[in-house]
């Protein structure tokens, strides 16, 4: 498909929104409406839930999105593309960190929960960060009964280690001091982006992705015009295209005009 215009990925923690706050930047959201008042096609790509950035789709009016670290993808409000974990390896997986305390969360189409008492401090601080009204109920076997399209893993830095080891039909990346995303094995924003890519057929050169933490890197790395956020971890900067400001500096605004999407003031 011959076009002028792009297609831009927006990771949302530490990206479209404020690392401490969650709150989006008016300058931020600005830019978001001039790039679709440029006929350009917007999307949102996050390892969110589907159903815990509901009110940011809203306020954007985006429609495209990629949640669950690329396991569901969207197109304008349809579905095109959805992965579940498996349940035999979801099941053992939680019998080996029940044994060792560390607390499982699933995440549905609808819903998260838990088998064990969500009171548990790692769920409470990690899922606080994200500012957000849900949280894990406490269902017994939901996992067994129900899509789930990931998990989370409560343990601390370095604990992850020995989940590698023993499954290896499981991704583990961490998005908090505390918890870890649960992804079938290879799967990632990339993943997801692949899927919506060969359903929309964009050029390499009219695609842009943001983004700042380990589960952006995947999605980086295959997007040719990748901008990591001043508040980016290193690593993840060393492997963008562009570099932009924090996003509490108008990053976002900064980072669009750095490659060209929209005008300099």
């Known amino acids: 498909m011959k076009t002028d215009k792009g297609i831009i990925f927006f990771d949302i923690d530490g990206t479209l929104l404020t690392e401490e706050e969650r709150t989006l930047p008016e300058s931020t959201k600005k830019a978001i409406f001039k790039l679709k008042e440029l006929g350009h096609e917007v999307a949102i790509s996050t390892g969110r839930a589907k159903f815990l950035f509901e009110d940011l789709r809203q306020e954007l009016d985006i429609d495209t999105y990629i949640c669950y670290n690329g396991q569901y993808v969207v197109f304008r409000g349809e579905t095109i593309y959805a992965n579940t974990l498996d349940t035999q390896v979801l099941d053992e997986l939680t019998a080996f960190a029940l044994n060792k305390n560390h607390p499982v969360v699933y995440m549905s ?10 009171d548990h401090p790692y769920i409470k601080e990690s899922i606080s ?6 949280y894990p ?10 899509d789930i399209y990931q998990g989370l893993l409560f343990n601390t830095v370095g604990e992850e ?8 039909d499981l991704d583990f990346v961490r998005w908090h001091p505390k918890s870890l995303d649960v992804l079938p094995k290879g799967g990632s924003k990339a993943i997801g982006i692949q899927k919506l890519l060969e359903y929309l057929d964009f050029p390499a050169e009219r695609q842009y992705a943001f983004g700042d933490g380990l589960n952006d890197m ?3 790395k295959m997007v040719p015009n990748s901008v990591a956020m001043g508040n980016a ?6 492997i963008a295209a562009y570099v932009t400001k924090d996003v509490s500096e108008d990053g976002i605004l900064h980072g669009l005009q750095m490659v060209g999407l929209l005008p300099e003031d």
């Open 109 to 118: 189409e609808e819903k998260m929960t838990t088998n064990v008492p969500n």
């Open 129 to 134: 960060t994200l500012k957000v009204d849900a």
């Open 137 to 146: 109920t406490q269902e017994k076997d939901f996992n067994k009964h129900n």
């Open 161 to 168: 280690t020995i989940y590698q080891e023993i499954f290896k």
């Open 218 to 220: 995947e999605m980086l």
């Open 233 to 238: 971890l290193p690593e993840v900067k060393e």
